[in-house]
């Protein structure tokens, strides 16, 4: 995966580092549905980490569902559509219901979105 590198001066730990750009590339449709990735070990040999931290990366991704590991066929990009979209909208519907709950209107409630943007 040519497409991710790691910056070894950030704060954000390798393994969150690979774990967040595997995520935008599924996000971005650069990684899809069913595509093998590199086995941990060529993973971190590439980007030039310890193979317990990719192990690491790929097993919060799997837990996320993003990924899926099928065996000694390898591991791939789940076929489960891309679920940082899916749990953002999840989480956008839960505000707006506990916002109606409070009793704001919608008018408001986009006001709050904005203001949160910014």
Same mark, same amino acid.
């Given at each position: 995966?040519?497409?991710?590198?790691?910056?070894?001066?950030?704060?954000?730990?390798?393994?969150?580092?690979?774990?967040?750009?595997?995520? !935008?590339?599924? %996000?971005? #449709?650069?990684? =899809?549905s $069913?595509?093998?990735?590199? +086995?941990? *070990?060529?993973?971190?040999? /590439?980007?030039?980490?310890?193979?317990?931290?990719?192990?690491?990366?790929?097993?919060?991704?799997?837990?996320?569902?993003?990924?899926? !590991?099928r065996? %000694?066929? #390898?591991?791939? =990009?789940? $076929?489960?559509?891309?679920? +940082?979209? *899916?749990?953002?909208?999840? /989480?956008?519907?839960?505000?707006?219901?506990?916002?109606?709950?409070?009793?704001?209107?919608?008018?408001?409630?986009?006001?709050l979105?904005?203001?949160?943007?910014?």
């Amino acid at each position: 995966m040519e497409a991710i590198t790691i910056d070894h001066d950030s704060p954000t730990p390798p393994f969150d580092q690979v774990r967040l750009q595997v995520m !935008t590339l599924v %996000r971005d #449709g650069d990684l =899809i549905s $069913g595509q093998k990735l590199p +086995t941990v *070990r060529a993973l971190a040999t /590439a980007l030039g980490i310890a193979a317990n931290t990719a192990a690491r990366a790929y097993r919060e991704l799997e837990s996320a569902g993003v990924i899926e !590991t099928r065996g %000694r066929n #390898g591991t791939f =990009i789940a $076929g489960t559509g891309d679920v +940082t979209r *899916r749990d953002a909208q999840r /989480a956008a519907v839960e505000f707006v219901r506990t916002a109606r709950g409070l009793g704001f209107d919608d008018h408001t409630i986009r006001a709050l979105v904005d203001t949160a943007l910014a």
